[in-house]
């Protein structure tokens, strides 16, 4: 397993100084990406292999979230690749090495001119070294979306929404999501299913269901198809 270490920050913290969920998927992205640069087949290699890859789901699950000045170790491997598709388990660990968050994640890998699936290369077969699958309640990639969901007000994609490939960064959706959870409501699995990419000025609406412990929210096109749909369920 590739890790590494770190310590919750101030301006990581929720009004309760804990960790706030958003904070949480960051730190997951980012310990993915310190991985594949390290054994040298990141965002430099991919661009000059016409390749990115695209989130297609997340499945993130927290027993607790780490207290402001905690020490925590970040921790990812590759279990699986099924033709253009990878699968990535993460971890969060306290000090004492005890689980405190984990996530199961399914990844696409695109051709960035022709924007279609492609296998990787054997160099990323050789380098992302697969492990044993995390014992864990596997959810499905895709989520039920009810049919009675209310409209809230749209937001315009503007350029701080956008990642290194010029799209809405998939931590973002999660993050317009969260604006819509009730007061109180603390996050103990979030799923989130991503359909298509969002660009700068485009135009998100989203559509909310909840329903006690439960919340789906789909940020949508003005046509009604979703760029990404997210799900929370309360601790």
């Not at 022709?114 to 309640?137: C, G, H, R, W």
Request: glycine content about 6%; charged content about 25%.
């Amino acid at each position: 397993m590739y890790s590494f270490e770190s310590r919750i920050r101030y301006s990581e913290v929720d009004k309760d100084s804990r960790l706030t969920l958003e904070e949480l998927l960051d730190y997951f992205q980012d310990c993915s990406t310190f991985h594949s640069e390290d054994i040298g087949v990141g965002t430099e290699y991919l661009t000059e292999n016409d390749m990115v890859w695209v989130l297609s789901s997340w499945q993130i699950v927290v027993g607790r979230y780490p207290e402001l000045g905690e020490k925590v170790t970040v921790g990812t491997f590759p279990y699986a690749f099924k033709g253009f598709l990878g699968y990535r388990n993460f971890v969060m660990l306290d000090g004492e090495g005890k689980r405190i968050a984990y996530a199961n994640s399914i990844w696409t890998l695109l051709g960035i001119k022709s924007q279609f699936p492609v296998k990787p290369t054997p160099l990323m077969i050789e380098k992302y070294v697969l492990e044993d699958k995390l014992p864990m309640d596997y959810a499905p990639r895709k989520i039920a979306v009810p049919e009675n969901m209310e409209e809230k007000e749209a937001v315009v994609v503007k350029k701080h929404h956008l990642d290194t490939n010029n799209h809405v960064n998939n931590g973002q959706y999660v993050r317009m999501a969260m604006d819509f959870l009730p007061d109180g409501f603390k996050v103990s699995q979030m799923r989130a299913e991503y359909k298509k990419q969002a660009l700068l000025e485009d135009v998100i609406v989203p559509r909310t269901f909840w329903d006690g412990n439960y919340c789906v929210v789909s940020l949508n096109d003005k046509e009604n198809n979703a760029f990404a749909v997210v799900e929370f369920r309360k601790l």
